[in-house]
């Protein structure tokens, strides 16, 4: 079992930056391939931005592209989403989540773990 935990939500200004964690409770995370997905009130769960093992590759939805980063380090057993230039949609419920291959993907169901989620408020 892998646990995920998300730290690093809170309230900002529109245009201001934010920087999520994601420590994973294990040394395999190491070859899992992580992604980073949102929930806003009344909305469905939504990909944000994923990143292959060991972090070639990443991939981001049209909505976040260019403003978003996703990073991992595989030493500390953590990924990182650093969001910048954050616009008031972007509120919402940040959830990390690990796939037990190393091949990232944006589909929710393909997902084996879930952190706890962490809330991000953008203000206008």
């Known amino acids: 079992q892998v646990q995920l935990v998300e730290s690093g939500g809170g309230l900002v200004q529109t245009g201001g930056s934010l920087r999520l964690s994601c420590a994973a409770s294990r040394r395999t995370f190491s070859s899992y391939a992580m992604g980073w997905f949102r929930q806003a009130p009344g909305k469905e769960r939504e990909f944000v931005a994923a990143?292959?093992?060991?972090?070639?590759?990443?991939y981001y939805a049209d909505s976040v592209k260019g403003r978003f980063t996703i990073s991992r380090d595989n030493a500390k057993n953590t990924v990182y989403l650093q969001m910048n230039s954050l616009k008031p949609e972007d509120t919402a419920v940040y959830y990390c989540a690990g796939r037990s291959a190393p091949f990232s993907s944006d589909r929710p169901n393909e997902y084996d773990y879930w952190g706890q989620g962490t809330q991000v408020t953008v203000s206008s």
């Open positions: 990143i292959s093992y060991p972090g070639r590759r990443t």
